[in-house]
């Protein structure tokens, strides 16, 4: 027995794509479905976080090699090197800061400051998930050091506020 004849219709995009969600056995115009959110997903101190995958330049699954460098200023930086380019690192993790050694089997998340990018070591397993937003949030104090939530997401993960985990990381290279 032959298979039948592909045949392309015309119809354009739209009908490529509802030929799609079909054959996928979903509807999209029944208006249940909930669109949701592209987030990386990690832990920070056991709980279960993620920050919007469009900030992230680049998921890091082990940082490898985190050396301190001296400054010129006094003290020094954490760097490593991700795809041969030297990186400042800093740690989110909770509670309190890890060694280098800790870090070089951390993942981190790339993020682009004005400085250039930043690699903000978080603790694994990184993850995506695209689970909608289920519930909003606003953090009630403004401490620097502590994640800002927005929200938590339908698999109970705590969304963080991606522009809160910049300025945490320049605030953190900051001299």
């Not at 832990?43 to 050396?67: K, M, S, T």
Request: proline share 10%; charged share 25%; hydrophobic share 45%.
């Amino acid at each position: 027995m032959r298979p039948l004849p592909f045949r392309i219709r015309p119809g354009g995009r739209a009908a490529l794509e509802a030929a799609a969600r079909a054959l996928a056995g979903r509807d999209e115009d029944a208006g249940e479905s909930v669109a949701g959110l592209l987030a990386v997903t990690f832990r920070l101190g056991g709980d279960r976080c993620a920050v919007e995958a469009g900030v992230v330049q680049r998921a890091v699954l082990r940082l490898g090699g985190v050396v301190p460098v001296p400054l010129a200023a006094g003290g020094e930086r954490l760097v490593a090197f991700v795809e041969e380019r030297p990186v400042p690192v800093v740690d989110l993790s909770r509670p309190g800061p890890r060694t280098p050694e800790d870090l070089s089997a951390a993942p981190a998340l790339l993020l682009s400051l004005e400085s250039g990018p930043v690699a903000v070591a978080v603790e694994g397993p990184l993850d995506l998930s695209e689970a909608p937003i289920a519930q909003a949030a606003e953090s009630a104090r403004e401490d620097p050091e502590v994640p800002r939530l927005v929200g938590r997401l339908a698999d109970g993960v705590s969304l963080i506020d991606a522009e809160w985990m910049r300025r945490f990381a320049a605030r953190t290279l900051a001299p």
